[in-house]
């Protein structure tokens, strides 16, 4: 019997994943996909195939599986897969069906779940010698059969609601007019007004209601004080954490954190849930002040933003063509494997929550005042664990009430401004109403990233707010004049001399050299105007108290 090297990608991935309203909806977005795909591996493992990438079956991946197979029949072997894989969804359907008690249009919510997979293969002879050519011919062939993308489209339904997640696709709830059928509020899918949802996306909100510990936005924002909270005043918050959750509705701790939060709960969440919250609407008010006032310094309301980050290897393409043979490239899949599990303990020791891991993507919420700290130890480990590559990690810190699509494709542009120098760190702050700021540090040069360390010190110990923005006009006027290196940085260090003297006498001699010294190693305008942006960051940084991780 022959055997074939053959390599399968399963999508769509991003607009897929990015279709969500709700954390919970992302994070199944990309479950299914990890799921799917480890179905087909186990399907090859079946068959007879061996495993490269991921290196078992048991072993969660992205959405991409690489094998070799013995067939004499690759192509009939390729087309059981994708049938497989077309009925595990559908059964998957059938299943969240169930537990569904509104009316659907069954026939159109059959073809979006049997269309709505992109399933790409290619294949090529192998006998067991010349690896890396057999393996770079067999992803050119992969990649030109996604370039063709010819998969059928569902014909629209006139008349009919198109989905708020997914626009491509009507949505197969039988409306009554403008309004949603009974029953439609209720758990698991507690859909909001006008959340007119396709097959696929009642598949993830149906799954997501089911998954346990997905947090709301709003939590996640709202950690930045619970996380230390908790250390003075467990009691308060572990109170507050109970009221949220014998509410009868989808209400989080982090809901309960923020006054209008609550008030549009009580406004539109179902009678039942009105009722109840309004009984303990003072009981509410007390522990959120509460808890509040046990943080240190207090705070007067509780942080609303919080920190997506999106991490992505630096030039795996050429690392995994350096693998000589299947087993080199099997032992590479099993390193980036056990990256991915420790990535979700250091996600979740820095009180965050994994979305995605899988190879060496990972896409994750924290607190923003454990975000920076997070990622030094996530480079740390892919250094360390994968060897011969490095990881670029964006972060986007955004509203908690901020479009969760809008949030993840922030996110990515970090990411993608970190690959630009790679091995990089890029922080992009995304405030309500404001212009975004972005920064980009290197760990090659800083590791430990102690410049952000250091600035988000500078501003608690008493560095001006407004330094930075001093340093920004000095930037744009220096970009429209003939001002000398030496001169830039004579005057940016009287300003900050000035500010010094008369607003940051707390500051500690050694953050105190640490601007010094980034003052004197400005070139250009354009230097100058990079480290007040990163300073403005760190300004609003600094506004949230210091956080400990958990062991």
Not at 139 to 155: C, D, S, T, Y
Not at 210 to 237: D, F, H, I, W, Y
Request: glycine share 6%.
């Amino acid at each position: 019997m022959n055997r074939y090297l053959i390599s399968i990608s399963v999508g769509p991935v991003q607009e897929f994943i990015a279709a969500a309203r709700r954390t919970a909806d992302l994070k199944q977005g990309s479950q299914l996909l990890q799921d799917l795909a480890g179905h087909i591996a186990t399907e090859l493992e079946q068959r007879g195939g061996t495993l490269i990438f991921p290196a078992t079956s048991s072993m969660p991946g992205p959405n991409k599986v690489v094998a070799e197979v013995p067939t004499d029949d690759p192509s009939t072997l390729v087309e059981d897969l994708r049938s497989s894989a077309v009925e595990w969804l559908w059964q998957k359907w059938i299943s969240t069906c169930e537990q569904l008690h509104v009316p659907l249009d069954a026939d159109l919510a059959e073809e979006q779940v049997r269309q709505f997979l992109e399933f790409y293969a290619a294949w090529v002879p192998y006998s067991g010698s010349d690896y890396p050519d057999r393996r770079q011919r067999v992803e050119l062939l992969l990649a030109g059969r996604k370039a063709l993308r010819n998969f059928q489209q569902i014909p629209p339904r006139p008349g009919r609601w198109k989905s708020p997640l997914d626009p491509s696709r009507d949505t197969v709830l039988e409306l009554q007019g403008s309004r949603l059928p009974p029953g439609a509020e209720d758990a698991p899918l507690s859909l909001k007004p006008r959340e007119y949802l396709d097959a696929i996306s009642l598949l993830k909100r149906v799954l997501g209601s089911s998954a346990r510990g997905a947090p709301s936005t709003s939590e996640m924002a709202a950690q930045s004080a619970l996380c230390v909270a908790r250390r003075k005043n467990a009691e308060a918050v572990d109170t507050l954490e109970q009221i949220a959750q014998n509410a009868p509705g989808m209400v989080d701790i982090g809901d309960l954190m923020f006054p209008t939060r609550v008030q549009e709960e009580i406004d539109s969440g179902g009678e039942r849930l009105n009722r109840y919250l309004k009984q303990r609407q003072q009981e509410i008010d007390r522990l959120r002040k509460e808890i509040l006032r046990s943080v240190q310094p207090p705070l007067s309301e509780c942080p609303p933003y919080y920190a997506l980050v999106a991490a992505d290897g630096d030039r795996m393409g050429a690392l995994i063509a350096q693998q000589n043979t299947p087993n080199d490239h099997r032992q590479l899949s099993q390193r980036l494997a056990d990256f991915a599990r420790q990535a979700r303990n250091t996600v979740q020791q820095h009180h965050g929550y994994t979305i995605y891991a899988g190879g060496d993507d990972l896409l994750a919420m924290l607190p923003i005042n454990t975000a920076i700290a997070c990622a030094v130890q996530l480079a740390d480990a892919f250094r360390n664990q994968v060897g011969g590559a490095t990881l670029s990690i964006g972060i986007a810190i955004v509203h908690h009430l901020e479009n969760l699509h809008q949030a993840l494709e922030w996110a990515r542009q970090a990411e993608r401004e970190a690959k630009v120098s790679r091995n990089a760190l890029a922080v992009a702050l995304h405030t309500r109403g404001g212009v975004p700021i972005s920064a980009v540090t290197v760990f090659a040069s800083d590791p430990y990233q102690e410049a952000w360390m250091r600035s988000v010190q500078a501003f608690r110990e008493g560095l001006s707010h407004g330094f930075p923005y001093e340093l920004v006009h000095l930037a744009r006027e220096a970009e429209n004049t003939s001002l000398s290196v030496h001169a830039l940085r004579a005057e940016a260090m009287r300003i900050y001399r000035r500010k010094e003297g008369s607003e940051a006498r707390g500051i500690r001699p050694e953050v105190a050299r640490y601007i010094e010294q980034e003052l004197q190693q400005v070139n250009s305008p354009a230097d100058l105007r990079r480290f007040a942006e990163r300073l403005i960051i760190a300004r609003f940084l600094a506004t949230v108290p210091d956080a400990e991780v958990t062991p």
